[in-house]
């Protein structure tokens, strides 16, 4: 879909940071088990199997860490993929805001409360 919209885009294999750190001097790639789409003209990444980080986000675990950055490239009518191993920079603050609103009703025996969530 992407190629076919002329969307430049790259795939980007990682590992969570918290399981198994990704190790660029170790040729195994049987622990990278997430995937991360990486559009260069933008700089920004999806997570496309985690419909709760928009665009822009991946879930915090892969970020700080390395990831193998694959490119698809043409020679001719031939088309193969170019790996890298670079950074996943984390988000900052202002880059990942997570406003909530929250309201807490106390019940009048004090023992249920009921906690209303709404997020921006």
């Known amino acids: ?3 076919r919209l002329n969307i430049g885009h790259e795939l980007v294999v990682t590992s969570d940071r918290a399981d198994v750190a990704f190790d660029e001097s170790f040729d195994s790639w ?3 088990d ?3 789409l990486y559009f260069p003209e933008t700089k920004q990444m999806l997570a496309p199997a ?3 980080f928009r665009y ?3 879930p915090p675990g892969w ?3 390395k990831g193998l950055f ?3 490239v043409k020679l001719g009518s031939t088309e193969s993929a170019v790996g890298t191993v670079r950074d996943i920079p984390t988000l900052s603050t202002e880059q990942s805001p997570f406003d909530l609103d929250i309201k807490v009703k106390f019940a009048p025996e004090q023992d249920k409360a009921i906690v209303v969530v709404d997020m921006h």
Do not use: E
């Open 1 to 3: 879909m992407l190629r």
């Open 50 to 52: 985690h419909p709760d």
């Open 30 to 32: 049987n622990y990278l």
């Open 70 to 72: 694959v490119r698809t």
């Open 34 to 36: 997430n995937y991360i």
């Open 56 to 58: 822009g986000m991946v």
């Open 63 to 65: 970020t700080a860490s």
